[in-house]
């Protein structure tokens, strides 16, 4: 059974950055497409970025050139790295695959203060 366990989250002004981790066991992670989604308060999930096996990447336009996507395949980890916060990134995150997504993990919070 695959858990996935995001982590990295917490509570930043404006303009800040944080990293996410995404730690994925009992799978074999290296070839699944990874994919970040967030889902703030009174919303749907909405995917934000994903990558590929092979390190590929496509991201949602609000997010585009902000947030980056990565994966260790060696450590089965997939990163968030998001930069130049805004409000209405607030969300909680969560990492699964594209397609057949397992069971979501419990998320990681993000607020971003104006």
């Known amino acids: 059974q695959v858990q996935l366990v995001e982590s990295g989250g917490g509570l930043v002004q404006a303009g800040g950055s944080l990293r996410l981790s995404c730690a994925a066991s009992?799978?074999?992670?290296?070839?699944?497409?990874m994919a970040w989604y967030r889902q703030a308060p009174g919303k749907s999930r909405e995917w934000v970025a994903t990558?590929?096996?092979?390190?590929?990447?496509n991201y949602k336009d609000s997010v585009k050139g902000r947030f980056t996507i990565s994966r260790d395949n060696a450590k089965n980890m997939v990163y968030l790295q998001m930069n130049s916060l805004k409000p209405e990134d607030t969300s909680v995150y969560y990492c699964?695959?594209?397609?057949?997504?397992?069971?979501w993990g419990q998320g990681t919070q993000v607020t971003v203060s104006s």
């Open positions: 699964n695959r594209v397609f057949n997504q397992w069971s």
């Open positions: 009992g799978t074999i992670f290296r070839i699944n497409a």
């Open positions: 990558i590929l096996s092979g390190g590929s990447t």
